[in-house]
């Protein structure tokens, strides 16, 4: 499918299907930026991500910023980063990460934040990372959900990340 170059939106329709469908607009083999994807009930949006090789030891931030467009108080919602293996969490930002949330669970391969969302606020959530190991990398993937209510999420599947030595 050819778009022209100021096409931002594409709709699609399944004919006689119940089944939700996500599609993701890419130019140049990047996604649109400010990255913002609605699943259900829930937004998500990346504010930034690399887009382009790092080096080993090199420090940057991800920037996401969890939404509640429901109308409805929510509590106990999870935002979670899922880190490319060649990514962690630097140990002197290990406290100011903890501030603002309920909970914040750092593992190897993930950092997840607990959290309340009163209807129609936003929380960002800034996570300090640095590239530890030279590679290329599936990653990072984000997921935003209401932990007791199944219907209410949101997500980003990663793209490929490099990392140089």
Known sequence: MDLPKET???RVRLSGSNRKLSVEVF??????APQSRRDSGLVLRM?????QPLREGQSFMVQMVASNPTGKKLTDLATTLWLPGGWGV????????RKGFRHVDIRADRVVFHFDLEAGDAKPVSI???????????GPEAQLE???DGGLFAGWKGDRVKILR
């Open 90 to 97: 630097p140990r002197e930002q290990l406290v100011t990460l």
């Open 146 to 148: 209401a932990l007791y």
């Open 8 to 10: 931002d939106t594409v």
């Open 27 to 32: 130019r140049h083999g990047r996604l649109v």
């Open 47 to 51: 504010d930034s991500i690399p887009n």
């Open 128 to 138: 300090p990372l640095v590239a530890l190991q030279a590679g290329s990398y599936r």
